[in-house]
Nanobody, 122 residues
Framework: QVQVTESGGGTAEAEGSLTISCRLS?????MAWFRQAPGKQREEVAC????????RYVDSVEGRFTISRDSAKNVMYLQMDNLKPEDTAMYYC??????????????????WGQGTQVTVSS
């Protein structure tokens, strides 16, 4: 079984920055970040292939968020810059079967963390 653990959530001011992390108990998986605000469905944010060569972002975070990973340590990062209040959500890390390119669909991922809260003040 693969254990997924997020960390680094907290509060930030609008236009500020925050970096969250996700650690896997084992490696060689595609990974992704999703987020869910109260009363809304879980939505895609970004993904990264198992070897880091494929990265994708949804339009709402393109140019502001950067996804990366340290494969040797089985850790993935999401650097969030120029934060907006609408970025406020519970952020979830997920891992799944590796592909040629990573996917931004919930059903592609098998292992999920419990989430880390990110709150952006106005």
């Amino acid at each position: 079984q693969v254990q997924v653990t997020e960390s680094g959530g907290g509060t930030a001011e609008a236009e500020g920055s925050l970096t969250i992390s996700c650690r896997l108990s084992t490696g060689d998986y595609d990974m992704a970040w999703f987020r869910q605000a109260p009363g809304k469905q879980r939505e895609e944010v970004a993904c990264i292939n198992w070897n880091g060569e494929s990265r994708r972002y949804v339009d709402s975070v393109e140019g502001r968020f950067t996804i990366s990973r340290d494969s040797a340590k089985n850790v993935m990062y999401l650097q969030m810059d120029n934060l907006k209040p609408e970025d406020t959500a519970m952020y979830y890390c997920a891992a799944g079967t590796n592909w040629r390119e990573c996917h931004l669909q919930l059903e592609r991922y098998d292992y999920w963390g419990q989430g880390t809260q990110v709150t952006v003040s106005s």
